[in-house]
């Protein structure tokens, strides 16, 4: 149980076009989504939190207007990335907040390696 | 605001070897503590956590960990490695606000 899944895995865009990538809990409801950023040998850095029906809080230096997420259901949350540019490549990773962990637990995604050229 | 610190940012043990990796973090009240493992090419998984209870937890896959509140530690050990250990550790601290705060990682190489 407690399954994340994200779609695509990988993609690749041109610079100035969107790319839409979407985290879903396969077997449990998720009230609470959160999208990270990891670079290469880095760790992962929280952008944003996003609670179902409701707008998302970014983390300070997360431009919300680039990174749009919308957490439509209980068990999808996108992020779409606008406007892409090469110094958005990254690994794009969502973990959602429920099932029967315990409080605190998050499930996490096999993680979106986003390329642009 | 909460922060996390792993000490060791690459470690090399051959196989059998003893395992400890730091982890400090900066946060006064109630923890949550956890260390995940990302497998080269594989996402996130949960080796262990700490929510309350018995300080010395253990996990999967022959790992433990420690909570010393009194250090604001949370060190993960394992008494003989394998070379399947090869990964990347993250130590991380779960904010009141849910948000969860990871250290920068420690990149571990058992060499067979």
């Known amino acids: 149980g407690a399954v994340v899944s994200q779609h695509p895995s990988w993609v690749i865009c041109k610079s100035g076009t969107s790319v839409k990538i979407e985290c879903r809990s396969l077997d449990f409801q998720a009230t609470t989504m959160f999208w990270y950023r990891q670079f290469p040998k880095q760790s992962l850095m929280l952008m944003a939190t996003s609670n179902e029906g409701s707008k998302a809080t970014y983390e300070q230096g997360v431009e919300k207007d680039k990174f749009l997420i919308n957490h439509a259901s209980l068990t999808l949350s996108t992020l779409t990335v606008t406007s892409a540019h090469p110094e958005d490549s990254s690994f794009y990773i969502c973990?959602?907040?429920?099932?029967?962990?315990?409080?605190?637990?998050?499930?996490f995604g096999p993680g979106t390696r986003l390329t642009v050229t | 605001a909460q922060s996390v610190s792993q000490h060791n940012h690459h470690v090399i043990l051959s196989e059998a070897a003893s395992l400890e990796l730091g982890c400090n973090y900066s946060y006064g009240g109630t923890v949550n503590l956890f260390w995940y493992v990302q497998y080269p090419g594989q996402h996130l998984q949960l080796l262990l956590k700490y929510f309350s209870g018995d300080p010395l937890v253990k996990g999967i896959k022959g790992f433990e960990a420690e909570f010393i509140k009194s250090k604001f530690s949370f060190n993960l050990r394992k008494p003989s490695v394998q070379w399947s250990d090869t990964a990347e550790y993250f130590c991380a601290v779960k904010a009141p606000n849910d948000k969860i705060i990871f250290g920068k990682g420690t990149r571990l190489h058992i060499l067979p």
């Open positions: 973990s959602a907040r429920g099932g029967a962990g315990g409080p605190g637990e998050q499930y």
